[in-house]
């Protein structure tokens, strides 16, 4: 067996034409995150913590930012193909535990549902904590939202 972690954040932007996603959850209305992709930070941290447990490398090297292929990709989808590669080279998921920082929008509401997608695509309990920063620092003020996950995973 091996652990990984995987970390992310993106800053909040003011682009009318993006929606906040968020463990692979699209929240209109609310302030959306800047990114290459659809900024999905659970989604990129979960896929980050994977890629780590397995030695597979890292978010950016598998999809890299600066690659027009995957701009304003769909994060769950990225995140199936880390799954698929996991399974490729001989890894199962055992689990994935996952925490959320940010201020708002508030998501305890949508915690089962971003954690029924994320099992469903990684084959495996997700699990989901939205976390405050409490005010401190960037997080605190709003300015953006941090993930991290761990994962489990065993040689199959």
């Known amino acids: 067996m091996r652990v990984g972690i995987g970390f992310d954040a993106h800053s909040f932007c003011d682009d ?12 209109p209305g609310e302030r959306p995150l800047a990114g290459h992709s659809d900024a999905d930070v659970i989604a990129h941290a979960v896929s980050d913590a994977l890629l780590g447990a397995s030695g597979l490398g ?4 598998m999809f890299p930012a600066g690659d027009p292929a995957w701009a304003g990709a769909d994060s769950m989808t990225l995140l199936a193909r880390v799954v698929a590669a996991l399974a490729e080279n001989g890894w199962e998921v055992l689990n994935v535990d996952c ?58």
């Open 99 to 156: 925490a959320v920082v940010l201020e708002a929008p508030k998501l305890s509401p949508l915690r089962a549902i971003m954690t029924e997608r994320l099992s469903a695509v990684v084959g495996s309990p997700v699990t989901v904590k939205p976390k405050h920063a409490e005010g401190l620092g960037a997080l605190g003020r709003a300015e953006g939202v941090a993930a991290w996950a761990v994962a489990l995973v065993r040689a199959i």
């Open 58 to 61: 890292e978010l950016g090297e």
């Open 16 to 27: 009318p034409g993006r929606v906040l996603v968020l463990g692979g959850v699209k929240i």
